[in-house]
Every structure is written in C-alpha cells, then in structure tokens.
C-alpha cells in the first residue's frame, strides 16, 4: 500500500476507527498524490513569476488559448475562469459559498464539523464517489422500496453490494422509520450498513415532517448504539423543493456528529435545485467530529475524483458560482420554486377531486418533481405503453402498479389534459 494512503488511513484509525472500518479495500487504498504533477504545479503556480512550463493548457498572450469562436459566445467570463483546469476538488471560492448557502439553508448544521464541500460532476458522482469509498462485496446498502434505480447499478452492480430494502410508507401512509430501523438492525452481524435517505423522494415527490425526521434520526441513532458502523447517505437531489408542511431542512444536520458510529455524508448539487441540470455541478460534504478525519476523508475523495475525472468542468463551476453570488439570485430561485408548487398543488387538488376514484390512487406526496400515482385496475408497464402509443403521453411505469409523473415537466395549464389522458387510458384498457 503506498505510504501516503497509509498515512491517511492512521489518520483515520487514530481520529475515529469506526469511520476507518467503515471504507472499503479501495477507499483504504486510494489517496491523492502529494508529490505529483497537480503538487509540482500548484507550487510552481505560486512561485514560478517569470515561465511556468509545469501543467498541460497552452497559454497565449498570458492567458489561457482559446478559439475566438467559443470565447464570443462567453464574453461575460474571463478566459482565466473558462478554460483552465479547475483544481480536483472544485474552484475554493464555489466551495465557501456552497458551504455559506448550506449553512444558512439548514440551521441544524449551525455547530457542526463538517468538511468543505468538495465538487463533483453532478450527484451522480458524488453518490458514486461514497460508493468507492465504503462499498463492497459483503456490504448491505438500505434503500426504500420506492427508489432512484440508479442506486442499485451504482451500489450493486459496480461494487457488489446487497441492496436491502424496507416499505417507504407505514399503513399512515407516512415514513416508516420503523421499517428502516428493521432493516439496519438485521445488519448487526455484519456491523454495518450503508443507509441512502433521498427526500424530496425520486419517485414519489414525498418529505417526511419534522416529527418524521426526528424519527429516522432517533431510528439510526438507535442502530448506532447497538453496534453498527453506519454511512448515512443523504442524497439531497431535489433539496429546498418544499411545498408543504414538511421538513424544509437537510437531515445531514440531524445527523452530524451525533454518534461515533454514524458517518454523515450530504450530497446535493446545483443540478435541480438551480434548474441546471446540464451544467453537471454536484457537491460532497463529510461531517465528523475529529478535523483530522474530516481532512483524510477530503484526500482520499480527491484521490477518487483524480483517478476517474481528474476534476469538474471549470466552465459550470464559474456559471454556478456568479449565479450563487448574483444579488438576483434568492429572488429568481424563489420564483421557479413557486412556480413548481402551483403545479404540484393543482396535481393534488386534480387527483382529490374525485374524478379519478374507483382507477386511480396516489402516493403520498409534498415536494420535489415528482408524484406516484397506484393503478387499481391495469398493469402500469402496459398502460405507460398505451399511453405512448396511443395518446403520445410519456411516463415511467415501477413495477405492477406504480405510475410516476414529473410534473416539473408539464405546464400548469396541461395539468388537467394530462391526468385526464392517463384516467382515459385506464379506462381503454379496463374496456
């Protein structure tokens, strides 16, 4: 093992050997190169005043080349902001500010050690990155049953970890913090579980109230103390997209440094919550109490982030970072939300009106893009096909009776066509 790596991992073991326990044979392995070509660089950046002849961009008239034809299109940027390397762990001003926003966002977090956020390309990495980092063969991951899929392929097929799941909602039709308590307690032999908690829900739009919360906080809390090293995973995907009486805070906060077995990692990004899903600009952030640890953990994911992407796109982390510190920004951001709500509420208000009782049911749902209706009569793949077939209406059937609709897609005035088209579809195939 390279010393630099075993220099992190004591660092770990002596700071918190739980968390130590808690990586996987490559995120022991991994570390990021202190005396490489990024070191060498950065040090001749600082010091090299008259050639710096160290990293791989070409420079022309002292500033980063580039082609006339892009630049003019991007004018509003310095090229010094565009084309060169962004350093791994994202440009340290986008950093501060992302951890300014999530600490004004999310009280909880007021007093709590955590890490810099580090930036990766979008969450998909930054879900990706935790999973090269404590996942593997013989580990569980705990997921509900009603789920992003993209954590089994990123957490099963990549790592090979076992994917546990537990009912989303109790007979309430409310988090069942139960359920998941169940399931990562039946972890206790191995001594650990990997916990995913994503709200505002992907598919069913669902947060849980704060009384909630507190009741999966007090859940893994519990599973903790009766000896098992826990990741919790907080994929904050669609965060800030509340539109009800829900928690209108991460539960990283909650879940910070309340127990040395409980590792808390937030990862969020610009992607949903500022409408720029292109863009690819994610955010990963570790909380422990022990600097040290926290300071290990930044270097192995940039050791990640260095062996697989090299770093984020420079570009996006610019356009991200002048909208966060656009006077306008709040204003416009809160405008969108706004808008998103009239819709979720109107879809709600559609589907409570009774025309649809006797076909049509609905999950539970207060935030995010999303809604899940329950099909009572026909087959959700078969209807999503008629659907398309017939009326050139898309949406996503999840297993026999599950029918997911993004209403972050569809104006409000389409609303009613829309719900009344998959209601007539029901009805075509009942016929």
Request: proline letters at 5%.
């Amino acid at each position: 093992m390279n010393p630099l790596a075993e220099r992190l991992n004591r660092t770990i073991q002596e700071g918190n050997p739980h968390v130590y326990d808690m990586l996987s044979t490559l995120g022991k392995q991994i570390y990021f190169p202190k005396e490489g070509i990024l070191n060498q660089s950065a040090e001749a950046k600082a010091k090299a005043n008259k050639y710096n002849a160290t990293i791989g961009i070409a420079i022309e008239n002292k500033q980063p080349m580039h082609l006339k034809v892009i630049q003019d299109t991007l004018s509003a940027y310095s090229p010094k902001d565009l084309y060169d390397y962004a350093p791994p762990a994202g440009k340290p001003e986008l950093r501060t500010v992302w951890r300014d926003k999530m600490l004004k966002e999310n009280p909880s977090m007021q007093g709590k050690s955590f890490s810099l956020p580090l930036v990766t390309n979008a969450l998909t990495h930054g879900l990706s990155l935790v999973s090269d980092l404590f996942a593997e063969p013989g580990d569980t991951v705990v997921i509900p049953d009603k789920n992003w899929e993209n954590y089994e392929l990123t957490y099963g097929v990549r790592r090979g970890a076992e994917i546990a799941y537990y009912p989303l909602y109790n007979a309430k039709g409310m988090f069942n913090a139960e359920g998941l308590k169940e399931q990562v307690l039946a972890q206790k032999d191995k001594g650990k579980a990997i916990v995913i908690l994503n709200f505002p829900n992907n598919p069913t739009g669902y947060t849980p109230s704060p009384a909630e919360g507190r009741e999966i906080v007090a859940a893994l809390l519990a599973c903790a103390e009766a000896g098992i090293n826990i990741v919790a995973v907080v994929d904050d995907a669609y965060f800030g997209l509340f539109f009800e009486d829900s928690l209108q805070e991460s539960l990283f906060g909650q879940l910070a440094n309340i127990h040395p077995r409980l590792l808390a990692i937030k990862v969020d990004g610009a992607t949903k919550e500022e409408f720029v899903w292109g863009f690819r600009v994610g955010f990963i952030t570790f909380a422990d109490p022990n600097e040290a640890v926290l300071a290990a953990l930044e270097q192995k994911t940039m050791g990640m982030i260095r062996s697989t992407i090299s770093s984020g796109s420079h570009p996006s982390q610019t356009f991200v970072l002048q909208a966060l510190k656009s006077p306008e920004f709040a204003a416009q951001q809160q405008e969108k939300h706004d808008i998103m709500k009239r819709r979720a509420n109107r879809v709600k208000q559609l589907l409570d009106s009774g025309k649809f009782d006797g076909v049509l049911d609905y999950y539970p749902f207060n935030s995010g893009y999303f809604m899940c209706l329950k099909l009572k009569t026909v087959n959700a793949d078969r209807l999503r096909t008629h659907l398309l077939d017939k009326y050139g209406v898309g949406t996503i059937a999840l297993g026999e009776t599950d029918l997911r609709v993004a209403f972050s897609c569809i104006e409000e005035g389409d609303i009613d066509e829309l719900f009344g088209i998959i209601h007539q579809g029901v009805l075509d195939l009942q016929g």
